[in-house]
């Protein structure tokens, strides 16, 4: 298993978020722990090479709001 660190206030803003999205948040990390990808994420060349955000949709909002954006770097990702 990839080991992943969280970055600026991502843990935290996660930790407030509803359980259902930390659920689903959580089982996105764990797909790309496991060498996968998450099914909904935007790469973030700016940030720095390896980090990705990785995006949730409340399926009950009104226009597909989005609830939570939670970045991470894989650590030993090569640029």
């Given at each position: 298993?990839?080991?992943?660190?969280?970055?600026?206030s991502?843990?935290?803003?996660?930790?407030?978020?509803?359980?259902?999205?930390?659920?689903e948040?959580?089982?996105?990390?764990?797909?790309?722990?496991?060498?996968?990808?998450?099914?909904?994420?935007?790469?973030?060349?700016?940030?720095?090479?390896?980090?990705?955000?990785?995006?949730?949709?409340d399926?009950?909002?009104?226009?597909?709001?989005?609830?939570?954006?939670?970045?991470?770097?894989?650590?030993?990702?090569?640029?």
């Open positions: 298993m990839k080991p992943l660190e969280f970055l600026g991502s843990r935290d803003d996660l930790a407030r978020m509803p359980a259902d999205v930390r659920h948040i959580g089982v996105e990390l764990m797909r790309v722990q496991f060498g996968g990808q998450p099914t909904d994420f935007k790469p973030m060349f700016a940030v720095g090479a390896g980090v990705c955000e990785i995006r949730v949709r399926a009950s909002a009104k226009a597909d709001i989005e609830l939570a954006n939670v970045r991470y770097r894989m650590i030993g990702e090569k640029p």
